[in-house]
């Protein structure tokens, strides 16, 4: 193992030794969701859903992708969501400075195509290390890259809300999280076809 990763490794397991030694009651939490809502956003590391929110361990579901976008996975669990687990509201949050409306899906196709090690962005865009190999495979996946932020909660939410599987009685809003301020601001085009029925 490198240096780095074992040291990852070892602050995890310390961090997690601290968290277990003070668990308390937590173990007889119940499986669903106290507060009875669900959060599909981004797994930007600056967005911390539990702070923004005000969860503890028990209130909600979060589901989070690249990008906080409505794949066919996120929709499976917003629908395991509320039909095995019980949450009748649902948060699509998306973000301001999203890596997700960096590249498109050519860009990384063909930076995964040239190498699969990690790439580096400046003022000129994307760049890879050109060290093989690489992979096609990249050329077939949905990337599901943002274009414009507020279009991007809303085209998410109209998906949610259309598709055969989510009841009509769930509301569904839609947000941007600044991260300069921290703020939740309301797309109300989002919310508004979110609404319940």
Known sequence: MSGLNSAVLEDVLAANDR????????????????????????????????KFAGLAEGDAHVIRNAGGRASDDAIRSLVISYKLLGTREW???????????????????????????????????????GDGPGSKAGEFIAWLMIDELAQSVTDDVTRIRSHPLVPADIPIYGYIYDVKTGRLIEVPEATAIGRAA
Request: charged share 15%; net charge negative.
């Open 19 to 50: 968290y277990a030694a003070a668990f308390g009651d937590k173990g007889a939490l119940p499986m669903p969701p106290g507060r009875k809502f669900a959060i599909l956003t981004c797994m930007d590391a600056r967005l911390d859903p539990a």
């Open 91 to 129: 948060f699509v949050i998306h973000h301001t400075n999203c890596g997700m409306e960096t590249f498109t899906g050519q860009t990384i196709a063909g930076l995964l195509a040239s190498s699969l090690k990690t790439a580096t962005i400046d003022e000129t865009g994307w760049h890879d290390s």
